[in-house]
């Protein structure tokens, strides 16, 4: 039996869509009438203290997030695997993101609606997409998809992962031994890590001084669509405003939502989403854990199972 756990998104829609694509495997939400000794697989997302009470069965916890950051943290995580999510169709949207926001970035979007706003006519050209450095910190599957969407754009492009990676056209760096170098090479810094104790406040102070400063007007970029409590944001804000920082585009942040008080909405060259880079689509998560689920039922191994030693 598979149990529906999810918080804050439609728990109902995806609960139909699973007894569609498993029937007749049985699918349950959490009022429904079942014995907790039945379950064998837990789909969750947000789940609650007494999620996992009772299930004494469980086969996999399946999660609708890629990041299982808070989901480890559960005080009561079962020692059964995890499976996280893996979809083009999540890599798709966030490589969108990282576009946008690069290529928003690389032509000085700040400099010209500034100079629009004060019917200035100042002619700046923005160094060429070859000479613009972008680096992105995770190498996984969304760093990986971002460097197959931007190295057509002709960006030059540099990574940094935990073990080193060889990716074509793109100049590897791994490991707290090379942060520096890959850093001092960088005009646009783009955070695709996993939140976990080694990267939690990578983005600080110190990290942004050490990005290069010489080739985007307004000062070199960051871009964090990964998790909030990779940033300080107290150093962001002071980044932004002493010109450390040209510029930031934050979909998360270190407390969600972010509150109305916070002094990152007022930077002008700050840009807010709200933890909307990228969805988990129902559709194609349907498919992805239904398969995952049949062919485990079949004697099969789970994929993207999570790593608990290393955190993600
Ligand atoms: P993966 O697990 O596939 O990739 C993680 C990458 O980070 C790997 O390259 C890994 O290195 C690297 N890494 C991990 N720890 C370190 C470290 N200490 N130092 C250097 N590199 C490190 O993750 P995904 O690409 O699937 O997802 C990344 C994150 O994106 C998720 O954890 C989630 O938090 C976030 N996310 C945000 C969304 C949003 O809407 N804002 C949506 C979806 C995901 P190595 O290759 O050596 O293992
Ligand atoms: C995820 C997210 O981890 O949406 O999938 O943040």
């Known amino acids: 039996m598979l149990l529906l756990h999810l918080s804050d998104v439609d728990e109902a829609s995806w609960a139909r869509a699973f007894a569609e694509a498993l029937a007749p495997y049985p699918v349950v939400r959490r009022g429904d009438d079942f014995d907790p000794k039945d379950i064998r697989y837990i789909f969750v997302w947000k789940p609650k203290p007494d999620a996992f009470d009772g299930l004494t069965n469980l086969k996999a916890v399946l999660s609708l997030g890629a990041g299982v950051d808070a989901l480890l943290k559960h005080p009561k995580l079962p020692d059964a695997p995890i499976v996280r999510f893996v979809d083009a169709d999540l890599s798709q949207r966030m490589s969108d993101y990282v576009v946008a926001h690069v290529t928003m970035h690389h032509r000085q979007f700040s400099r010209f609606r500034d100079d629009q706003k004060a019917r200035r006519w100042s002619q700046y050209y923005p160094p060429a997409a070859g000479e613009t450095t972008v680096g992105i910190m995770g190498m996984g599957v969304l760093g990986q998809d971002a460097v197959t969407r931007l190295r057509p754009l002709g960006f030059d492009l540099r990574s940094w992962s935990r073990t080193p990676k060889a990716m074509e056209g793109v100049e590897g760096f791994a490991g707290d031994q090379q942060f520096d170098a890959f850093l001092a ?5 783009v955070n695709l890590l996993p939140l976990t104790p080694q990267t939690t406040g990578i983005l600080n102070r110190k990290t942004f001084a050490k990005l290069r400063r010489d080739r985007l007007a307004g000062g070199p970029v960051i871009i964090n669509a990964a998790r909030g409590g990779h940033q300080r944001e107290a150093d962001i804000v002071a980044a932004l405003s002493d010109g450390t920082l040209g510029a930031a585009s934050l979909d998360v942040f270190e407390v969600e939502p972010l509150p109305p008080d916070s002094p990152l909405w007022d930077q002008n060259n700050c840009y807010i989403t709200p933890h909307i880079a990228a969805i988990s689509n129902e559709a194609s998560g349907v498919r992805y854990f239904s398969r995952a689920l049949m062919r485990h039922e079949a ?13 993600y």
Do not use: K, M, Q
């Open 185 to 189: 090479g960088t005009d646009i810094l």
């Open 299 to 311: 004697g099969e191994a789970l994929p993207n199972v999570v790593d608990r030693s290393r955190g």
